[in-house]
């Protein structure tokens, strides 16, 4: 059954009930601007332009609209087609999406050398899940990745990590026979976290020897931040997504910053 035009808007609805409603039911602040928002969306209280055909002189009156992600005049059809778009990107095979992060030790040190550090950050995490991938023990088979790095978090703090798009399962040795590997876990957490840690660190011990990484003036070597690292648990995050279409839906309710909090180094992205 296709969906018909409704007579009576919601916009309406909170017309008729402007005095009534917010008298009675407490509103928050971002509660009220949206119902206010939807009251005046496409109203003279906006402003508006008018449209006029070059070819017949033809005009129309247009009010503008509210621009509100709530408002079902506005951002209703625009996120539908927008998920639509995004879900078709998406890989048709089942998937773990798995979060490399670091400790908050080592903000420092890759916030003052973030082209490198990103780059080993990125290595460290590759080789972590391929070579467990790899293990007999867990799944034995050639894995493969789409990794994407964020470097700050929903609170908008510096927080470099690297998210993955996991296949879940991997080729043979000899690349003639798929393996799938388990339905709730990939590999083990624990293990991949274990071996993540001492990737990267290694790397970036690396690094600092070969001089393309400074530290920071306030520690003198690097053995002051390892021991740091390792004393602390890398918590490396492994989700199955349920329904990736409907996930999609929800994300237009996050507030994500326009803006990288970081400009110096853009979040990028890599195929491993």
Partial sequence: MENQRQHIELAQIFRDQAKTFPATHRLCSEQQKAYTAIMECRTATLGGHTDRCEACGYTRQSYNSCRNRHCPKCQLIKTAQWVDKVASNLPPVPHFHIVFTIPSCLYHLFYINQRVGYGLLFKAAGKA???????????????????????????????????????????????????????????????????????????????????????????ESFKSIKEACYKKKWVVYCEKPECWPSMLQNIHKCKIPKIDTFPSYKDSEIII
């Fill in 129 to 219: 899940l391929l070579q467990c991938a790899r293990g007999s023990k867990y799944l034995g088979a050639q894995a493969g990745a789409v990794a994407l790095l964020h470097t700050w978090g929903q609170t908008l703090v510096y927080h470099p990590h690297i998210h993955m798009m996991v296949p879940s399962g991997g080729l043979s040795e000899d690349m003639t026979e798929w393996i799938a590997s388990g339905k709730k876990f990939f590999v083990p957490v624990k293990i991949l976290s274990c071996v993540f840690r001492g990737m990267l660190c290694r790397l970036l011990e690396q690094a600092i020897t070969a001089g393309e990484i400074r530290l920071p003036e306030t520690m």
